[in-house]
């Protein structure tokens, strides 16, 4: 992902080409059947630069959602528009001369939730901003001038309680905030957690009854951030160790930390806690090689003698966490190089039996009781997150649809793919009026919520 053969930045070029403009279209072409269940809005969000406008990392670009509307077997219309952030409107600097944080001057690029009856676009370094059903942006949102960190892309709800977990990660301390919405969309509950330093969590997780934490050793570097040759001032510490961490989520106790191998995680794909009270955690994860290899190349570095190592990305890992005799075991599920792991929201914190994880051209399902199985695209493709939909009244974990979009590398035409989870055979496919970039996450938002 450094540059191709023209000197073209990777994340400006092919499968990631920005778009230059925002468009709507109607009534989209539709190969095979969309389940009537399916009503409601697909959002996917990523970086999409404006023209002429500078992008140093593919991380950086301003925020864009793509959104399909589908309804009574039908797919109603697709449209795209920018996140309008102070960053994009005003061209404001998220950081001042100060070296402090205009939490609101940011790009919006990272992922699309709803939660209360509201729909956010996220990104770990500032404010949500709050975009309506149709993409228009409403505005930052601190929650009333509670929230004073930033809030990752990765919040995780509770569907027992209807809580939002999240948390805000910075440079200076407090380097760990944890933050809880109530299912009503207040902040109710935000604690500093303890770490040595300022390391990108990029992801958490949750049980029914605790934080997991991932502290891990790329953190930020102030000198690369003056110097202004990155444009994402991170790097890897071999000194910084890392570990895991099992908090109560009801504050009764500190952290319990966890020594692992070094590593990294920008995914997890969920924890729950098992009969004898030991949390158990699955994610995706990076070796110290492969994480370099991927930092240089997302970051622009051109280094011929990393492409074998970028070649093996992060695999899916299970680490299970016992309290009780403090200590961890760890072990790779599989050989396969995954990324973007997803679940049926429904089972957030609680045990799971199937995964759906990105590989290459293909999207893999995992059942964690038995083996895993794939649907792969031809060569060429680009199969993005695959978004998990469960059907009205399922009884298995897996009976739903998983909801994609696919990018061609060529930069040509893109598909909103939909596949029976508990087979993965074809469902529909929605083709796209536009070629869209591959971005980063998702959100399938129902007309309705779905029934208990």
Same mark, same amino acid.
């Given at each position: 992902?450094?540059?191709?053969?023209?000197?073209?930045?990777?994340? =400006?070029?092919?499968?990631?080409?920005?778009?230059?403009?925002?468009?709507?279209?109607?009534?989209?072409?539709?190969?095979?059947?969309?389940?009537?269940?399916?009503?409601? /809005?697909?959002? &996917?969000?990523?970086?999409?630069?404006?023209?002429?406008?500078?992008? *140093?990392?593919?991380?950086?670009?301003?925020? =864009?959602?793509?959104?399909?509307?589908?309804?009574?077997? /039908?797919?109603?219309?697709?449209?795209?528009?920018?996140?309008?952030?102070?960053?994009?409107? $005003?061209?404001?600097?998220?950081? *001042?001369?100060?070296?402090?944080?205009?939490?609101?001057?940011?790009?919006?690029?990272?992922?699309?939730?709803?939660?209360?009856?509201?729909?956010?676009?996220?990104?770990?370094?500032?404010?949500?901003?709050?975009?309506?059903?149709?993409?228009?942006?409403?505005?930052?949102?601190?929650?009333?001038? &509670?929230?004073?960190?930033? =809030?990752?892309?990765?919040?995780?709800?509770?569907?027992?309680?209807?809580?939002?977990?999240?948390?805000?990660?910075?440079?200076?301390?407090?380097?760990?905030?944890?933050?809880?919405?109530?299912?009503?969309?207040?902040?109710? $509950?935000? *604690?500093?957690? $303890?770490?040595?330093?300022?390391?990108?969590?990029?992801?958490?997780?949750?049980?029914?009854?605790?934080?997991?934490?991932?502290?891990?050793?790329?953190?930020?570097?102030?000198?690369?951030?003056?110097?202004?040759?990155?444009?994402?001032?991170?790097?890897?510490?071999?000194?910084?160790?890392?570990?895991?961490?099992?908090?109560? &989520?009801?504050?009764?106790?500190?952290?319990?930390?966890?020594?692992?191998?070094?590593?990294?995680?920008?995914?997890?794909?969920?924890?729950?806690?098992?009969?004898?009270?030991?949390?158990?955690?699955?994610?995706?994860?990076? /070796?110290?090689?492969?994480?370099?290899?991927?930092?240089?190349?997302?970051?622009?570095?051109?280094?011929?003698?990393?492409?074998?190592?970028?070649?093996?990305?992060?695999?899916?890992?299970?680490?299970?966490?016992?309290?009780?005799?403090? &200590?961890? %075991?760890?072990?790779?599920?599989?050989?396969?190089?995954?990324?973007?792991?997803?679940?049926?929201?429904?089972?957030?914190?609680? $045990?799971?039996?199937?995964?759906?994880?990105?590989?290459?051209?293909?999207?893999?399902?995992?059942?964690?009781?038995?083996?895993?199985?794939?649907?792969?695209?031809?060569?060429?493709?680009?199969?993005?997150?695959?978004?998990?939909?469960?059907?009205?009244?399922?009884?298995?974990?897996?009976?739903?649809?998983?909801?994609?979009?696919?990018?061609?590398?060529?930069?040509?035409?893109?598909?909103?793919?939909?596949?029976?989870?508990?087979?993965?055979?074809? %469902?529909?496919?929605?083709?796209?009026? *536009?070629?869209?970039?591959?971005?980063?996450?998702?959100?399938?938002?129902?007309?309705?919520?779905?029934?208990?």
């Amino acid at each position: 992902m450094s540059e191709n053969a023209a000197g073209t930045a990777a994340w =400006m070029d092919g499968h990631l080409a920005p778009v230059p403009d925002e468009t709507d279209a109607y009534n989209l072409r539709v190969t095979g059947t969309l389940p009537d269940a399916l009503t409601g /809005r697909y959002f &996917r969000n990523g970086p999409n630069p404006r023209p002429g406008g500078p992008s *140093r990392h593919w991380f950086a670009g301003h925020g =864009m959602i793509h959104g399909v509307r589908l309804r009574d077997g /039908r797919a109603e219309w697709y449209r795209n528009r920018w996140v309008r952030t102070d960053a994009l409107t $005003e061209g404001r600097p998220f950081v *001042r001369d100060d070296l402090t944080f205009d939490r609101r001057a940011v790009q919006a690029n990272t992922h699309v939730v709803p939660h209360a009856g509201k729909i956010w676009a996220l990104v770990e370094v500032g404010f949500p901003y709050e975009v309506t059903p149709e993409l228009e942006t409403v505005g930052p949102c601190d929650f009333g001038g &509670r929230l004073t960190t930033a =809030m990752t892309a990765h919040p995780k709800e509770d569907p027992v309680t209807g809580d939002l977990l999240f948390f805000g990660y910075g440079v200076f301390p407090p380097y760990l905030t944890f933050h809880r919405l109530s299912a009503d969309g207040t902040l109710v $509950e935000s *604690r500093e957690i $303890e770490v040595p330093g300022p390391t990108m969590m990029h992801d958490f997780a949750i049980t029914a009854n605790h934080v997991v934490w991932l502290d891990l050793p790329v953190v930020f570097d102030l000198d690369l951030a003056l110097s202004g040759t990155s444009g994402m001032p991170y790097r890897w510490d071999d000194g910084y160790g890392a570990r895991l961490g099992v908090m109560p &989520r009801d504050g009764s106790a500190g952290v319990t930390w966890f020594d692992v191998d070094p590593c990294y995680v920008f995914h997890v794909g969920n924890a729950h806690e098992d009969a004898a009270g030991r949390v158990v955690l699955d994610a995706a994860r990076y /070796r110290p090689g492969n994480f370099a290899a991927l930092w240089g190349g997302i970051g622009g570095a051109t280094d011929p003698a990393a492409e074998a190592a970028r070649s093996e990305s992060a695999h899916l890992h299970r680490w299970i966490l016992d309290p009780a005799k403090g &200590r961890a %075991t760890e072990e790779q599920l599989d050989d396969r190089n995954v990324e973007f792991p997803t679940h049926d929201d429904a089972r957030t914190g609680l $045990e799971h039996r199937y995964l759906y994880t990105v590989a290459g051209t293909s999207i893999v399902k995992y059942d964690l009781r038995g083996a895993p199985s794939a649907y792969d695209r031809k060569p060429g493709a680009h199969v993005g997150e695959a978004v998990f939909v469960p059907a009205p009244g399922a009884r298995a974990e897996d009976e739903g649809w998983l909801l994609s979009i696919v990018s061609a590398d060529s930069g040509t035409g893109t598909e909103l793919l939909v596949l029976d989870a508990s087979d993965l055979s074809h %469902t529909a496919t929605v083709h796209l009026p *536009r070629r869209v970039p591959a971005g980063f996450h998702g959100s399938w938002i129902p007309d309705s919520p779905p029934a208990a």
